[in-house]
């Protein structure tokens, strides 16, 4: 199995108002992002030329957005400028 390009454990992953989990993991690995529950259970992941990742102007400075298959999660990272460089850095370059 590949080492992760990224990986942060203690993640907090809301759904609008709805936590799904308080310390849960993001894991970027062969090109696919996922989100994890703290137990390791898979809550969402996607190829990540299917993902947008981005950090809202009116929010916290601990977090991030990610749109995957459809779904808008906010993740609260210890350091979300990361997150955000290894979605960029683990994508294909486009032709």
Known sequence: MAEPEFNATGVRIERWLRSLTRAG?????????ALLTSYGTEIDSAPLQAVQAHKPLFAARDRALATINGHRYSLTLGAPELFLKAVQAARPPRP
Not at 25 to 33: A, E, K, S
């Open 25 to 33: 993991q993001v894991v970027i690995r062969d090109g696919r992002l």
